[in-house]
């Protein structure tokens, strides 16, 4: 499997797509930043879906509160992606070019989800990083006090703001990845996949609050955000981990399984 | 090394109530440019895409270099292949998409500008293959095929929708990748194209076989008849009169006559024919057996049910 995740490395990181991706990670990171800072409320309770609060921006871990803010939004993005990228491989007949090197099918499809993961995995950290910048830019500007964003705990919680971000992207990736399995097609997958996690999920709820419980959308929803009113952190988790684990056996068993004809 | 590069036997895929190829049995000797022929949809690609473990049979066995295919692993480090169309990522130049189909099977990316050199594409190798045309494409597909130097080439309809000087560069390639051993298995539905290349041929028609041999036995088999014609068109008639005289079955073509051979002997019947035309004082500007095209035999077999 090194081998499709060195090829898979080779392939993303090349000199345009580190620039274009970087660029990417810092509008996010500046936007993120901007607007969380700008909207803190003096008090309340704060939340990856009500905002953050001055107090919680001036405490331990406040360096990071705009990053894992900001990425509680881009659940959907990595789930598009995602569903562009692998099914992409379908279609386009590279899947094919590449059993014809390694006839491996789980290997390849297991191998090119990790490289595309690590990639993310790097984008994400360089997310946090521009933003722990960006943040310490800003906070003088909204008299927020910095100086406890560099305690051991607060790198702990920094450390745990990226752990959470990647768990939600990791489950977004295997559900964009099934998706792209099953359909083999770019535009039928994204169709499908953003028809589901955006507007019925989103309407459903509205009327139906369990939804938050059980759809697979919100609950990644809730699982990058680390927990949310309707769905605890713990609970998200779990819930998360079973859907994740039924997408990626459905993906594996359907690769392994069906002819590749395309 | 085997003395059999590719052997199945009753190899057979369904699709629902569709059979797509139905009890092939096929034997490839090492060494051979095999062409592998029918007409679109006839099997062909089915039948690779099942030696190359990206379709399942319904039923068979068989072996690629001494492996069974039920264990594609085993064999595809020794084979290059190109099936379907040629598939690149768009975004990547020619040599990098080389270097990462060579990274994925392990293979050493030195050789890539040489097999850019080889298949013509030495000084656009830095280019996005997004910008190649449909022949570049192909000869990128051949390229990647030749990573890792296989011992067995399968190539799928590689002049598929090359324009007529693409198909005779084309030609020239799989011609010259012949000359160095190894053994190539092409598909096409151009008779012609795998005439001129091919020492082998596999003729499967709605899935089946209808012929395996070397071309020649299978041209040389049947003659479309022995042609003559004399210098003086006013000796035609004289000269067709004389030889249906001598028991000749003779039909008139444009400006020559066309002897049945019927069994015989072409060179005897060459030698007589000559002999009587000299003893009636003609002199003939032609006398030469007509071959049998690839196209002629292949639609024969197809129409007479032939095996």
């Known amino acids: 499997m090194t081998s499709i995740i060195r090829a898979e490395l080779h392939r993303l990181l090349r000199r345009r797509t580190v620039v274009i991706t970087a660029a990417a990670a810092f509008a996010f990171s500046a936007v993120a930043t901007l607007t969380v800072f700008s909207s803190a409320e003096a008090t309340g309770q704060a939340s990856r879906r009500a905002g953050a609060t001055l107090a919680s921006l001036t405490g331990n871990g406040g360096g990071t509160e705009a990053f894992a803010v900001g990425a509680s939004f881009v659940g959907f993005f990595v789930f598009v992606t995602f569903i562009a990228l692998i099914a992409g491989e379908f279609s386009g007949g590279t899947f094919r070019a590449v059993l014809l090197r390694d006839p491996h099918r789980l290997r390849v499809i297991v191998g090119k989800l990790a490289g595309i993961l690590l990639v993310a995995a790097g984008v994400v950290a360089l997310a946090e990083v521009f933003t722990f910048a960006m943040s310490l830019l800003v906070a003088p500007t909204q008299d927020v006090a910095t100086s406890s964003w560099f305690s051991l705990q607060s790198l702990g919680d920094g450390l745990r703001d990226y752990a959470t971000v990647m768990s939600g992207v990791a489950g977004w990736a295997v559900f964009g990845t099934t998706l792209a399995v099953i359909f083999r097609s770019a535009p039928l997958a994204l169709g499908v996949g953003f028809a589901w996690a955006g507007p019925f999920e989103n309407i459903v709820v509205d009327s139906w609050d369990a939804g938050y419980r059980f759809f697979p959308g919100q609950v990644l929803a809730s699982l990058i955000r680390g927990g949310t009113i309707e769905l605890g952190a713990g609970r998200a988790v779990m819930t998360a981990a079973v859907y994740t684990a039924v997408a990626a056996t459905v993906a594996l068993v359907l690769v392994s399984r069906r002819d590749v004809t395309a | 090394m085997t003395s059999t590069a590719l052997s199945v036997s009753g190899l057979t895929k369904r699709y629902g109530a569709r059979t797509a190829v139905d009890d092939l049995d096929i034997e490839l000797p090492t060494g051979v440019v095999a062409g592998f022929v029918g007409p679109n949809g006839a099997g062909k690609t089915t039948t690779m895409a099942m030696l190359l473990g990206l379709v399942r049979p319904t039923a068979g066995s068989g072996t690629v270099l001494g492996a069974s295919i039920a264990e594609p692993d085993a064999y595809l480090s020794r084979v290059g292949a190109l099936i379907e169309s040629p598939a690149f990522y768009p975004a990547l130049s020619g040599a990098e998409n080389l270097a990462y189909f060579a990274t994925v099977a392990g293979h050493d990316p030195a050789p890539i500008p040489a097999l850019l050199s080889t298949v013509g594409l030495e000084g656009r190798g830095g280019d996005r293959y997004r910008s190649y045309s449909l022949g570049m494409k192909q000869r990128l597909g051949i390229a990647a095929a030749l990573l890792g130097d296989p011992e067995l080439l399968i190539l799928d309809e590689p002049a598929n929708g090359l324009d007529p000087q693409g198909v005779r560069e084309m030609r020239a390639l799989i011609g010259q990748l012949a000359g160095s051993g190894r053994t190539v298995l092409v598909s096409s539905h151009d008779l012609s194209e795998l005439e001129q290349v091919c020492d082998w041929l596999v003729l499967i028609d709605a899935g089946r076989s209808l012929y395996q041999g070397p071309t020649r036995a299978l041209l040389d088999d049947v003659t479309g008849g022995l042609a003559v014609q ?14 249906q005289a001598r028991g000749h079955q003779v039909d008139t073509q444009e400006h020559r006559l066309v002897i049945s051979v019927d069994g015989a002997d072409v060179g ?17 500007v032609e006398l030469s057996p007509l071959r049998t095209t690839l196209e002629d035999r292949y639609l024969s077999m197809v129409n007479g049910g032939s095996r």
């Open chain 2, 230 to 243: 004399p210098q003086r068109n006013e000796d035609h008639p004289v000269l067709r009169d004389l030889l």
């Open chain 2, 268 to 284: 005897d019947l060459a030698a007589s024919v000559n002999q009587a035309a000299f003893d009636a004082g003609m002199v003939l």
